[in-house]
């Protein structure tokens, strides 16, 4: 700093002190007020800087196992889109003795993927087999353009095997209690139509038996006081044994 501009800070600081209260009072307002400003447009950008970024594209990553062969899912869960999107398959491991990529043409190409859109695609050969349990590791090498930023985004990671035994043991579940509904269903079918034929047939006998009585009838003779006792009904007796 050189002695002029010492001088120039000294003269401003007499004249400061040689001043008015009101005159300091008011030159005290301007900076406090030129700091509120400032801060207000420093908050407001780091806002907005903040908000921007929480608009970015944000891709999540699936690898599952379906009728011997490993899929992987490609999802956008993120609130703008994913632009030119590359996938380079790096390295597999931990899939028994099938550690070579079976890549579908879909991640041979460039992709982009809005938000809450999906691609699904094979990546390899399942190594599972009755001797080989597996849990399939994939590193990969992404880059992608943000939609929001325009921003080019690199990374490598490994994607790990995250298909889910509690979900299929749920489906597995869902399909024993379906059928056991329709199993209900199906004996208290049985029992009605034995009771509006008069014959008596199991829920497994599978033979198309011709009624012998009518709902008709029935009303007719009930009407008229005719009781049938010697009538001989076809389907099983007491024994259970069918008579046809």
């Not at 550690?99 to 050969?125: H, M, R, S, W």
Request: charged share 25%; hydrophobic share 35%.
């Amino acid at each position: 700093m050189s002695s002029e501009q010492i001088n120039e800070i000294l003269k401003l600081l007499h004249i400061i002190a040689d001043s008015s209260v009101a005159n300091k009072i008011a030159l005290i307002s301007v900076v406090i007020s030129g700091v509120a400003v400032l801060s207000s447009i420093y908050f407001s950008h780091r806002t907005r800087v903040q908000y921007i970024d929480g608009l970015s594209p944000l891709l999540s990553f699936h690898l599952f196992e379906k009728e011997g062969f490993l899929y992987m899912t490609i999802s956008n869960t993120g609130h703008s889109e994913a632009d030119e999107i590359e996938i380079n398959f790096e390295e597999l491991k931990r899939n028994g003795e099938k550690n070579k990529f079976v890549i579908d043409e879909i991640f041979k190409n460039t992709l982009t993927l809005y938000p809450n859109e999906q691609i699904t695609g094979c990546v390899a050969i399942s190594g599972a087999n009755i001797e080989t349990s597996i849990a399939p590791m994939i590193k990969v090498y992404i880059s992608y353009r943000k939609g929001n930023t325009k921003k080019k985004v690199k990374y490598s990671r490994w994607i790990c095997f995250s298909d889910n035994p509690n979900e299929q043991n749920m489906i597995q579940q869902n399909l024993k209690d379906i059928a056991g509904k329709l199993n209900e269903i199906s004996y208290s079918n049985n029992r009605v139509a034995n009771y509006f034929t008069g014959a008596w047939l199991l829920k497994i006998d599978e033979v198309n038996l011709q009624p012998q009585r009518t709902f008709h009838q029935d009303i007719k003779d009930a009407v008229n006081n005719i009781d049938r006792d010697n009538e001989q009904l076809i389907g099983r007796d007491k024994t259970g044994k069918i008579n046809l």
